[in-house]
């Protein structure tokens, strides 16, 4: 499988982006943008989200997107869907065409993970 190079804007990425998953990832970053000023840049070739660090990210897979947050273990209480992976107390969740996913949860783990941000400090510093 050959490498592509990454996107060279945000809005490259969620504009190559079709089928439902590219409407999908499209809503999600609306949201994110309009609930909190988050820095938003590629990198590790998916969308990703900073303030004071890494936030949370945005992946589009050819059956899945990803919605993950770097301190999402501590978000469970909000969404439990959250799965545990990775360092960073990382957690994601797993959505599908026909994952329900209400704007006001997703507003709510944005501000909640920004917070952390605010109060804790950039999570990969702390590694």
């Known amino acids: 499988m050959q ?13 190559a982006l079709s089928g439902w998953q590219g409407e999908y990832l499209r809503a999600l970053r609306a949201c ?3 609930t909190a000023p ?14 004071g660090g890494p ?9 899945r997107v990803l919605f ?10 909000i969404e439990p869907r ?5 360092k960073y107390q990382m957690a994601t969740l797993e959505l599908h065409q026909d994952t329900p996913l209400e704007r006001e949860v ?8 920004v917070e952390l941000n605010r109060t804790l400090g950039d999570p990969t510093a702390m590694a």
């Open 32 to 34: 994110v943008l309009a």
């Open 82 to 86: 959250l799965r545990p992976g990775g």
């Open 68 to 77: 993950g947050f770097w301190r999402g273990q501590r978000l469970r209480d």
């Open 106 to 113: 997703v507003e709510r783990l944005v501000r909640a993970a």
């Open 3 to 15: 490498k592509l190079p990454p996107p060279a804007s945000p809005d490259a990425y969620a504009n």
């Open 55 to 63: 936030v949370l990210l945005l992946r589009a897979e050819e059956e």
């Open 38 to 51: 988050l820095q938003e840049v590629v990198k590790w070739g998916h969308l990703v989200y900073l303030s």
